[in-house]
Nanobody, 111 residues
Framework: VQLVESGGGLVQPGGSLRLSCVVS????????MNWYRQAPGKQRELVAV????????NYDDSVKGRFIISRDNTKNTVYLQMNSLKPEDTGVYSC?????WGQGTQVTVSS
């Protein structure tokens, strides 16, 4: 199983980024997908979850109303649209399925 994230970068507060995670090695459409983040010096936290078909989503309170998780099962890809970014959103963002993880992509929110 391989998960490859992309789309991170440096953005000013209030800006937006869209993360992507391409998954191979599993029947993607059958699995719940997760986005996690780990801020410097902190434990990794679950940010967003999406059901296998994409009809159900759940978010950490800290990102509700600002982040949107979605997926395209024809492309084996899960996305995280991040809007109204804050400095506290800074961290390494990783996608996961079961105990499999991608390498992560760095998101830095700073002026």
């Amino acid at each position: 199983v391989q998960l490859v994230e992309s789309g991170g970068g440096l953005v000013q507060p209030g800006g937006s980024l869209r993360l992507s995670c391409v998954v191979s090695g599993i029947t993607f459409s059958e699995y719940i997908m997760n986005w996690y983040r780990q801020a410097p010096g902190k434990q990794r936290e679950l940010v967003a979850v999406i059901s296998s078909g994409g009809s159900s989503t759940n978010y950490d309170d800290s990102v509700k109303g600002r982040f949107i998780i979605s997926r395209d099962n024809t492309k084996n890809t899960v996305y995280l649209q991040m809007n109204s970014l804050k400095p506290e959103d800074t961290g390494v963002y990783s996608c996961s399925v079961f105990h499999f993880w991608g390498q992560g992509t760095q998101v830095t929110v700073s002026s």
